[in-house]
């Protein structure tokens, strides 16, 4: 061997030596740092290209059903100004408020929306369950006086006359009002049936939610798809030993439309079943007063675009388009890529990835003559007051 090879092969020695500590190094900072990422901290970005088509707004002018303009507006006229201008970029036509309550409180929440802005709101009523009794105490709520179910009724036809179009229902309606004894009040429990029966002879319908996604009622363990969500909202969560299955749940739901058929129900964020279309269209076939509305479950809707898309067709007079806002543009950017593109594998909610489950959705690319009909026909049909609204804008139908 000559000097010339001995040199090289010391000189490659040094070298191999000295950057075995840097690799050792390397290896041992990405060890630490997969150790620090904690579970709410993973953002994953897809590597994907895809086309990508990103509707500015609502192709048609939009009636959005699920929104809460008393408590997320909180009677500010400067936000539902803001609002409103959100509404007019988006080509929101019309908002349905979920918050008007009853009684003299109606008053106040039709001045707040009415005053300026009466054409672009419409107001639903409240049962107002515990009336002066205290919080803490269920045996003195108001729902435990043997007339009550009376009196709402007779409460609703005010309302009507002050110029409600429904009514809402909250989801502790079944899963946090309780009975003296302790129990939970359950949803078909014939107390309230006079409510029900008297939304039908006015012509009220009644939006109602109705349970919550099925991962919420499954055990908080490594198989929960929900576990990050429920991670960051542990009061979410219903376990078996303290709450109705989620099964009892949408079974109380749909026994009351069932015994209630003259009644228009709307079942909220899609009758809490868009994990289970196929049991959700049997509802629909068998119950032709049941509709849904769509409201914070694209996230549901669009990882399954071909099982919900079919749904879309068939079940269109029935589909009502809601988003649980008032929304901001990028919330609502979502709603619109999955109704009206192609579009695969994309976020169902700018800057809060995962709000719901680590999943992207993908688009539904549905006709205009459907589009048309979620976004405003099948609300002009089922809400009073929507009809008129929309041809006082000249939008046609």
């Not at 400067?78 to 609002?83: H, K, V």
């Not at 009975?179 to 939304?199: E, F, M, Q, V």
Request: proline fraction near 7%; charged fraction near 25%.
């Amino acid at each position: 061997m000559n000097a010339i090879s001995l040199s090289r092969i010391c000189i490659l020695f040094v070298f191999l030596c000295a950057s075995a500590p840097l690799r050792e190094t390397s290896k041992t900072q990405a060890e630490e740092q997969t150790k620090a990422l904690t579970l709410d901290q993973f953002q994953p970005r897809s590597m994907l290209v895809l086309p990508e088509h990103h509707p500015a707004r609502a192709k048609f002018p939009a009636v959005d059903v699920h929104v809460h303009c008393r408590h997320k507006l909180r009677q500010s006229p400067e936000a539902l100004a803001e609002y409103v201008r959100l509404m007019d970029n988006q080509n929101i036509a019309i908002s349905v408020s979920l918050d008007g309550e009853l009684g003299e409180r109606i008053e106040e929440h039709k001045q707040f929306l009415w005053t300026k802005y009466p054409d672009r709101f419409v107001i639903f009523a409240n049962i107002d369950w515990q009336g002066d009794g205290k919080a803490d105490q269920p045996a003195t709520w108001d729902c435990q006086r043997h007339d009550f179910g009376r009196r709402m009724a007779v409460a609703l036809a005010d309302a009507k006359e002050r110029g409600v179009s429904g009514l809402k229902v909250f989801k502790d309606f079944g899963l946090a009002y309780r009975n003296p004894d302790g129990s939970l009040i359950a949803i078909d429990d014939p107390r309230w049936d006079p409510i029900w029966k008297a939304c039908g002879e006015l012509g009220l319908p009644i939006l109602i939610h109705a349970g919550d996604p099925a991962a919420f009622f499954q055990p908080l363990d490594r198989f929960n798809e929900r576990y990050e969500e429920l991670s960051r909202h542990p009061d979410w969560h219903f376990p078996a030993d303290k709450f109705p299955s989620y099964a009892e749940i949408l079974a109380s739901f749909i026994r009351v439309v069932e015994r209630h058929p003259k009644t228009v129900f709307i079942g909220a964020h899609f009758a809490n079943s868009p994990e289970d279309l196929t049991q959700l269209g049997g509802w629909l076939d068998k119950f032709p007063n049941l509709n849904v509305e769509l409201a914070a479950r694209i996230a549901e809707l669009g990882r399954q675009p071909r099982a919900a898309r079919a749904f879309c067709l068939k079940y269109s007079d029935r589909i009502l388009f809601g988003t649980d806002g008032p929304r901001d543009m990028k919330r609502l950017a979502p709603h619109w890529r999955l109704l009206e593109t192609a579009d695969e594998y994309f976020p169902y909610a700018e800057d809060q990835y995962p709000p719901q489950g680590f999943w992207n959705i993908y688009g539904l690319d549905l006709p205009d003559d459907v589009l048309r009909k979620i976004y405003n026909k099948n609300a002009a049909r089922l809400i009073p007051g929507v009809k008129e609204r929309l041809e006082r804008q000249h939008i046609p139908l």
